[in-house]
């Protein structure tokens, strides 16, 4: 095997994996330990990978989780206060759509040890999370993987979601305009949150105050035809108003547990 071919197998190995061990690469390819760390080491020169302790990992792997990661932790105490808000109006028993956001996912981590709830969703990292829960039903709808974000989309997602009719849908939003307008940056995930919207009786919309008086690329739906919105104590007091005036239910979120 030449040297191209070697380092190919390893990206191979590494893709397959979220780690490979020196040793277990070089069983794999039937050469020396010192082989394998000399086409690491090549690979992490080209960024291609990343050298861990005994081992190594695709940089491109370690990048999109630290990204998703990173986002989560935008205002950290904000979400996870619409979380609990959020968890807080889902009873035992019912049936709720989650989207991939990560103010979703703290919803989702709120709802831990929930019996009996069903919860369907888009997230990779939310079906994580609820996997090994035993009181809790998780329904990870179709699709396919979008480019650089733990989530599925595309037609057999949306033609899953038409099938469904849930208790309640909590979906984010990447901005919210002061006339309650619910936008995201992405197309095809507003077509989701647009048919997420209408597959369940009630819906929220859960946004920290970093997304109010926002807009992105595409609106997919308003405020005052959903059931409300969950926010936090950073959102602005002036938006919030009007948007109560436009008709939407305002639920402003506790920052500390009651």
Known sequence: MNRPDRQKRICDLLG??????????????????????RELQALADQSKVIRTHGGATMAQRISFEFAFLSRAKDNEAGKRSIGRAAAALINEGQSVLLDSGTTTLAVAQH?????????????????????????????LLGGCLRPG????AGALTEANIESIRADLAVI??????????????????????????????????????????RTALWRFCQLKNLTGLITDQTADRSLLLSLTKAGVHVIKASAKRA
């Open 16 to 37: 397959a994996r979220s780690e490979c061990s020196v040793e277990e690469i070089a069983a794999k390819l039937k050469v020396s330990g010192m082989t394998v760390r």
């Open 111 to 139: 709802l831990r040890g929930r019996r009996g709830v069903r919860v369907i969703t888009t997230s990779l990292p939310i079906a994580s999370l609820l996997q090994y829960d035993h009181e809790i039903e998780v329904m």
């Open 149 to 152: 974000s733990p989530d599925l």
């Open 172 to 213: 984010g939003a990447d901005g919210i305009d002061a006339e309650g307008a619910v936008y995201n940056q992405s197309p095809e995930v507003a077509r989701i949150l647009e048919k997420m919207a209408a597959a369940a009786q009630r819906v929220y919309v859960v946004a920290d105050g970093s997304k109010l008086g």
